[in-house]
């Protein structure tokens, strides 16, 4: 019998072995199942043309439709990703804002309330470009609080961001033009007496202060920091403009004393303030907001000659914003504390003011300090402790080869030769070699008898000049005024008694030298005079064109203050004697020591400031 089973073995090629495969299934219409149980291809077998065909390609309608629906979405998607991305440029600039502000805040907690002055120094017209900050205030932003380059520079406007605005140089001032503009602590634009005469306020209900100087001020205006936003002329050609959709500012920040930060629209965008050259005119805009303090006025500037389209020359009779005669700060006074100081010699360097002073500790140190604007000091540091008795009066050069310092050692015993002028060098300004005595009192009979003080210092022609005080026989002796010379500031000749009291006025019973400055062929000597009769001490200046030969003015350059004021003692004396003069741009400014016998500074000397156009006022 034949048997219907096998197996195909190894080696098999069919039904036992006969190498015939068996018929598939699907003849008879039923789809086969294969060994892992998937279908098999159901027109497998037949001709090609009987299958159907599936090229995977789109047609001309489908290709439109999707072409159409890309459209769509980029119609909807492209405005709403610059939407976007216009917000978060809006956030991060409210960011940097926000932290520009904490710094100004935190600036003034530690300053009696007192806003940062980062306008840039020297004359009234370059500080009211409000998005110049000197470059002293920049640096000390950035190592002291933290602000960061891109910090100072709108995101929406990167371009603005250049080395030449980082590192911005006028008329020999160094500035840094950035993207935002600071209006605090400015006093060219806060206080009308300060303002130049073509600046004025459109709207009459504006009053002093405009802009605030301190954080306890209510202003007519309490914007701290805005998006600068600027054009040129008439045709709205953009100086800077942060924040612009169409070709025109969308908006802009602006940051307020009350620590808030605030976007304002487009339509509520007004002009403030226009810089004018002639023909040349720059635009400031900002915002209108309304409320308590927020009310803002236009300011308009005008102006004829200079050289920049950004500021001018000198408007009407005088510089503006400078007064014509001596004014003492509304900030003094200017460097005070739980100790004594006075005795200030101050140099403007690369825009930084620095001061070296006298201190009492109780001791008498000389220390150091220095100060971006000349108003706001960092904490006196001591660079020279005491070797005797008391140090002071300290008189700082700057020449080719470091600084030089020559300044009063008392050894506190009350007898002739007590008091000497001892000599020192530094590189730095700040770490001090002492050389010991350069100069000491005189023989017996002589003016400088029992002692020689006050040194005040100038090089010319490669020719060191001192005027020194001196004093003579006997502790109440009249002191004088002497003038020595010198090859190399250690070995003096003294030369001649220059001035002395003369019996009356505010200098009837002594003089003594409180600072020297030279300004093309004339010598100012500043000086302290002291009249008994009134128990005062008040500066007074003489001039002279060969440092010899001096006349006296009549009447003092610096009066005592108030009651409640620091200067109401004396203005110089002691420890609080010593004036120093630094010329920046148009502007002179005078530092000094001062005496309170009264109110709260009572029993100390402090150092204030004072500001003119000319160290003595022409009639």
């Keep these: 019998m034949r048997s219907t089973t096998g197996s195909v073995g190894k080696g098999s090629t069919g039904i036992g072995g006969t190498g015939i495969l068996p018929v598939s299934s699907s003849c008879t219409g039923v789809p086969p199942v294969s060994s892992d149980r998937r279908p098999c291809d159901p027109w497998a077998g ?7 065909c599936h090229t995977g390609a789109f047609t001309l309608i489908e290709l439109m439709i999707v072409v159409a629906i890309l459209g769509l979405l980029v119609t909807i998607l492209v405005p709403a990703f610059l939407a976007w991305q216009r917000q978060a440029c809006i956030a991060k600039c409210q960011s940097n804002m926000k932290s520009l502000l904490e710094m100004t805040i935190g600036h003034a907690t530690n300053n009696r309330g007192r806003l940062p002055e980062m306008a840039a120094a020297g004359k009234a017209e370059d500080a009211i470009n409000p998005h110049w900050i000197n470059r002293a205030w920049r640096d000390q932003m950035i190592d002291k609080w933290g602000v960061t380059r891109e910090m100072l520079y709108c995101p929406s406007n990167t371009a603005f961001d250049r080395d030449e605005h980082w590192d911005f140089t006028y008329e020999g001032q160094p500035y840094a033009m950035i993207g935002y503009c600071y209006f605090g602590n400015n006093r060219y634009l806060s206080r009308a007496g300060d303002r130049p005469v073509a600046l004025n306020y459109l709207d009459d209900q504006v009053g002093d202060p405009a802009f605030s100087r301190r954080m306890t ?3 007519s205006y309490d914007v701290v920091w805005a998006d600068a936003c600027i054009s040129r002329g008439n045709d709205v050609a953009w100086i800077v403009a942060n924040h612009l959709d169409g070709g025109q500012p969308e908006g802009l920040n602006q940051a307020y004393l009350d620590g808030s930060v605030q976007w304002v629209p487009r339509e509520d965008i007004r002009e403030v303030m226009t810089l004018a050259n002639g023909a040349d005119k720059a635009t400031v805009f900002f915002g209108d907001i309304t409320g308590p303090g927020r009310g803002l ?13 950004y500021g001018s020359e000198i408007w009407g009779q005088g510089t503006p914003g400078i007064p014509e005669d001596w004014a003492k700060s509304p900030e003094n006074p200017v460097l005070t504390g739980p ?9 403007f360097e690369n825009g930084v003011y620095k001061m070296w002073l006298c201190g009492d500790t109780p001791s008498r140190d000389i220390f150091y300090c220095t100060s971006p604007d000349g108003e706001n000091w960092s904490d006196p540091q001591v660079v020279i402790p005491r070797t005797s008795w008391a140090m002071r009066d300290p008189c700082v050069i700057k020449d080719d080869d470091g600084y030089k310092m020559w300044y009063t050692a008392h050894d506190g015993s009350g007898q002739p030769g007590g008091t000497r002028v001892e000599y020192a060098t530094s590189d730095d300004g700040v770490s001090w070699t002492q050389h010991g005595a350069v100069m000491s009192s005189g023989a017996a009979g002589s003016p400088d008898e029992y002692g020689i ?16 005080g001196g004093t003579g026989t006997g502790a109440n002796a009249p002191s004088t005024i002497s003038y020595a010379t010198s090859a190399d500031g250690v070995a003096w000749n003294k030369q001649q008694v220059v001035m002395e009291s003369d019996g009356s006025g505010f200098d009837a019973a002594q003089v003594f030298p409180g600072g020297m400055y030279k300004e093309d062929d004339t010598y100012y000597l500043m000086y302290h005079g002291y009249d008994a009769a009134n128990s005062k001490v008040q500066m007074g200046v003489a001039t002279s064109n060969d440092g010899i030969n001096f006349t006296r003015q009549d009447d003092p350059l610096l009066p005592t203050g ?6 109401n003692g004396m203005i110089g004396y002691s420890v609080c004697d010593g004036v120093s003069v630094v010329r920046v741009g148009d502007e002179y400014k005078m530092w000094y020591g001062a005496y309170a016998n009264q109110g709260q500074y009572a029993g100390k000397s402090s150092i204030g400031l004072a500001r003119s156009q000319q160290i003595i006022k022409e009639d």
Excluded: T
């Design 46 to 52: 037949r001709p090609c043309h009987q299958r159907p």
């Design 217 to 219: 001020q209510m202003p």
């Design 297 to 309: 006025a236009d300011i308009e500037l005008a102006s004829a000659g200079g050289s920049s389209g």
């Design 339 to 347: 100790v004594s100081y006075g005795n200030p010699c101050v140099i």
């Design 453 to 468: 003080h006050n040194p005040e210092v100038v090089k010319e022609d490669g020719v060191y000049k001192m005027w020194y």
């Design 562 to 567: 108030g009651p409640n004021d620091f200067d």
